[in-house]
């Protein structure tokens, strides 16, 4: 027999520019599917909503974002063997530049950042 990968995909409910509330919308998601999944991948820029804007420039707006990943791998911190990836929209400033991005997390720990590499800059689009 074959091994099964079960993912989740979950919309949470977004509320633009508040990250503790996605957050919370994050986490309630992860509560209800994580012992019945072994993925769930939440929409791009999860934590803050896509429709952003001027807001991804905003320092208030990123520290948060920061403190948000770390209660996102607390509530991850399951202990179990097959514990289920938690994967998160975010953006992320590095060196300066904020960057649409993509964490991978498990077990409390962040297994990896992944940046998008494809950038549209047409209609609603504008990264």
């Given at each position: 027999?074959?091994?099964?990968?079960?993912?989740?995909?979950?919309?949470?409910?977004?509320?633009?520019?508040?990250?503790?509330?996605?957050?919370?919308?994050?986490?309630?998601c992860y509560e209800k599917y994580?012992?019945?999944?072994?993925?769930?991948?939440?929409?791009?820029?999860?934590?803050?909503?896509?429709?952003?804007?001027?807001?991804?420039?905003?320092?208030?707006?990123?520290?948060?974002?920061?403190?948000?990943?770390?209660?996102?791998?607390?509530?991850?911190?399951?202990?179990?063997?097959?514990?289920?990836?938690?994967?998160?929209?975010?953006?992320?400033?590095?060196?300066?530049?904020?960057?649409?991005?993509?964490?991978?997390?498990?077990?409390?720990?962040?297994?990896?950042?992944?940046?998008?590499?494809?950038?549209?800059?047409?209609?609603?689009?504008?990264?």
């Open positions: 027999m074959k091994e099964l990968l079960r993912v989740a995909c979950v919309s949470p409910r977004v509320h633009i520019g508040n990250v503790k509330e996605n957050a919370k919308e994050i986490i309630s994580k012992t019945t999944s072994d993925v769930i991948v939440t929409p791009e820029l999860s934590l803050t909503g896509y429709t952003c804007g001027d807001l991804f420039s905003n320092r208030f707006l990123l520290e948060n974002v920061k403190k948000a990943l770390v209660e996102l791998c607390d509530v991850t911190k399951l202990g179990w063997e097959s514990a289920p990836v938690l994967l998160v929209g975010l953006p992320l400033e590095v060196e300066g530049e904020v960057f649409n991005c993509a964490a991978a997390i498990c077990n409390g720990e962040i297994l990896g950042i992944i940046p998008k590499t494809y950038l549209p800059n047409y209609g609603e689009f504008y990264e």
